[in-house]
């Protein structure tokens, strides 16, 4: 079992900055590959970046690449999204998901998932 509870979320100008944490219970996150999604109000959620389980890879959506960070901290047992250069289209609830598999999280795929955090980003 991984539970995973978000923070980080608020209200920022656009092209500001903010950085997302998501801390995870459990003595077996090192072994799970973590995902950021993303859903917009009358949208379905999407995948937003996901980093394995090391940290050896990592992979974005088009739409946030350049822009936003996905790394992790096995020792804490946290992975972050640092998200840069804000536009008002990405504001959404955030979530972080956690699934064995790199590929099936990128499908959105998981059973693990957290509560959300609210991003809004202003023009």
């Known amino acids: 079992q991984v539970q995973l509870v978000e923070s980080g979320g608020g209200l920022v100008q656009a092209g500001g900055s903010l950085r997302l944490s998501c801390a995870a219970s459990g003595r077996t996150f090192s072994s799970y590959a973590m995902g950021w999604f993303r859903q917009a109000p009358g949208k379905e959620r999407e995948f937003v970046a996901g980093?394995?389980?090391?940290?050896?890879?990592?992979y974005y959506a088009d739409s946030v690449k350049g822009r936003f960070t996905i790394s992790r901290d096995n020792a804490k047992n946290t992975v972050y999204l640092q998200m840069n250069s804000l536009k008002p289209g990405d504001t959404a609830v955030y979530y972080c998901?956690?699934?064995?598999?790199?590929?099936?999280?990128?499908?959105?795929?998981?059973?693990?998932w957290g509560q959300g955090t609210q991003v809004t980003v202003s023009s």
């Open positions: 998901a956690a699934q064995t598999s790199l590929a099936r999280l990128r499908s959105g795929d998981s059973n693990y």
């Open positions: 980093i394995r389980w090391d940290g050896g890879s990592t």
